[in-house]
Every structure is written in C-alpha cells, then in structure tokens.
C-alpha cells in the first residue's frame, strides 16, 4: 500500500477499507475458475495536506490494461 500522495507527496490517513477485492473488466467464468484471479486491496487515503481522496494501492498498468 502507497503511504504518501500522488499529487503533493504528503501522507495519506486511511479512511475506507473495502478489503480484497478483484481488478475491473476481468470477470472470470464459471468455466475458468481454474484461472487465478488478481484482487487488490481497496482502500482510500485522504491527504493530510491537499485533501485529495486516492486509492491506497495502485495496480500496475500492465495488470489492470493487458488484451487476453
């Protein structure tokens, strides 16, 4: 999980966690459960400084944007 903000650098205080959780857009059939699925952490950090509300762990773009 990242500690500190993408804008301003300062740290984040979480405030929302919503657990594990699976990426978007890669819905997985009952036929491919076999296949592993990716989940996250979703949880949201306010900055102490600029007051921007973030997720906490950000993906990367390789994982979220891929074309199987």
Not at 3 to 9: A, E, M, Q, S
Not at 43 to 63: D, F, I, Y
Request: glycine share 4%.
């Amino acid at each position: 999980m990242k500690d500190h903000c993408l804008v301003c650098g300062s740290s984040l205080v979480k405030f929302l966690d919503l657990g594990k959780q699976p990426r978007a857009n890669a819905f997985v059939s009952v036929h491919d459960r076999s296949m592993s699925e990716l989940f996250y952490d979703l949880a949201l950090g306010l900055c102490e400084s600029c007051e921007l509300v973030q997720t906490m762990e950000r993906p990367s773009k390789e994982a979220m944007f891929n074309e199987r």
